[in-house]
């Protein structure tokens, strides 16, 4: 009974440091709201836009189709007809995506395309992704009409003369005796 109440105390205090311990680790964000450990980014398949599915289309060779959307991410041997194109990207400060799209082929030639209905433009991928704040207001890189009625006018330039050239400054013998 002795040994049972002297080991008690180290019972409780070990359980209560594993139960810290999980405590510290609940969050995948952070530890401690303190540190902020780095997070790999993993960017997988091809990026399959609105604007190059478009571009497929029914009848096209394999060769035409792997020059518009890429090599694709999956190829099977056992359905040799089908190509799967699917991109996945993880990157911290922006939601992780995952998008896909399926080319159907009867022999050498495109049957199908199934792509799912959220592909983005390439103008939408890009914001997408995109980690950097962009400021509010952008500035204005163009000069209004007023604007360049104000600017003075350029100086005159004088033209150019005409020179003849000069023949050499030195003659160099024959290279040849």
């Known amino acids: 009974m002795h040994r049972l109440v002297s080991r008690l105390p180290a019972a409780l205090?070990?359980?209560?440091?594993?139960?810290?311990?999980?405590?510290?680790?609940?969050?995948?964000?952070?530890?401690?709201?303190?540190?902020?450990?780095?997070?790999?980014?993993?960017?997988?398949?091809?990026?399959?836009t609105?604007?190059?599915?478009?571009?497929v289309q029914p009848g096209m060779t394999r060769a035409q189709v792997r020059d518009i959307l890429g090599s694709p991410l999956l190829t099977d041997i056992f359905h040799a007809d089908r190509w799967d194109y699917v991109f996945t990207i993880r990157r911290s400060?922006?939601?992780?995506?995952?998008?896909?799209?399926?080319?159907?082929?009867?022999?050498?030639?495109?049957?199908?395309?199934?792509?799912?209905?959220?592909?983005?433009?390439?103008?939408?991928?890009?914001?997408?992704?995109?980690?950097?704040k962009v400021p509010s207001k952008l500035p204005v890189l163009e000069l209004t009409p007023e604007q360049r009625r104000a600017l003075p006018a350029p100086a005159p330039t004088e033209p150019?003369?005409?020179?003849?050239?000069?023949?050499?400054?030195?003659?160099y013998p024959p290279l040849e005796p």
């Not at 139960?19 to 401690?32: E, K, T, V």
């Not at 609105?50 to 571009?55: P, T, V, W």
């Not at 395309?113 to 433009?121: E, F, H, N, Y």
């Open 13 to 48: 205090l070990a359980a209560c440091s594993l139960a810290g311990c999980a405590s510290l680790q609940s969050s995948d964000q952070n530890l401690l709201g303190l540190i902020t450990p780095y997070r790999i980014e993993v960017v997988q398949g091809n990026v399959v």
């Open 50 to 55: 609105r604007e190059q599915a478009a571009q």
């Open 93 to 132: 400060g922006a939601e992780p995506q995952r998008r896909g799209l399926t080319a159907f082929f009867d022999g050498e030639r495109l049957q199908r395309l199934d792509a799912s209905d959220d592909l983005p433009s390439e103008q939408e991928f890009v914001s997408s992704i995109s980690t950097a």
């Open 160 to 171: 150019a003369v005409a020179t003849t050239p000069a023949g050499p400054a030195r003659a």
